[in-house]
């Protein structure tokens, strides 16, 4: 009997990787800080609740992120977390993610990008505060709904400075 070579069976894979942008932005509009674009962490519950509940309609499934939220501490996300390290937890401290948010597609690949304002003296009105190191996604104003976040770069902001945010969700799909 002759051998057969060994085939390879086909497969597919789907990747979703998030990346965000955080301006601080001067009363006549010039940008006074950039954290520059950064790669976010997508935790267990942000899988579990937005994409694997999803698929299957399951009950207790979170609906795609409606709100923006930031915090003040640079700190790394955890593959368990449930919310942000060092978020403001007041239902006043979200920002509702703009109706101009998109989504852009070029093969093999998708993207939803998400858009917020804060606007000046936000954070100090709400909370007392003017330090923010870290934004994530939320389906509520409920501080543990995230979906994903990240940090970055921790920055102090004046009560006449305003913050725009760009959130990127990339979905990547490959068969092999």
Not at 1 to 28: Q, T
Not at 119 to 133: E, K, P, Q, R, Y
Request: net charge positive.
């Amino acid at each position: 009997m002759s051998k057969l070579a060994k085939r390879k069976e086909p497969g597919s894979s789907l990747g979703m990787s998030g990346f965000y942008r955080v301006n601080i932005v001067d009363p006549d509009g010039r940008v006074a800080g950039d954290s520059g674009w950064k790669k976010n962490l997508i935790p267990f519950q942000g899988l579990l609740q937005y994409v694997a509940y999803r698929f299957v309609t399951s009950n207790g499934s979170a609906a795609v992120p409606q709100y923006m939220m930031l915090g003040s501490l640079e700190s790394t996300l955890a593959t368990n977390s449930t919310s942000l390290y060092g978020e403001y937890t007041k239902a006043t401290h979200f920002a509702s993610i703009g109706a101009t948010s998109s989504i852009t597609t070029g093969y093999p690949s998708m993207t939803n990008r998400f858009y917020a304002t804060f606007s000046s003296n936000w954070l100090i009105t709400v909370a007392g505060a003017s330090t923010i190191g870290c934004i994530g996604l939320y389906s509520t104003t409920d501080a543990n709904s995230i979906f994903c976040g990240g940090s970055f770069a921790s920055s102090t902001l004046g009560s006449n400075q305003a913050v725009n945010c760009t959130y990127d969700i990339v979905w990547t799909a490959s068969t092999f």
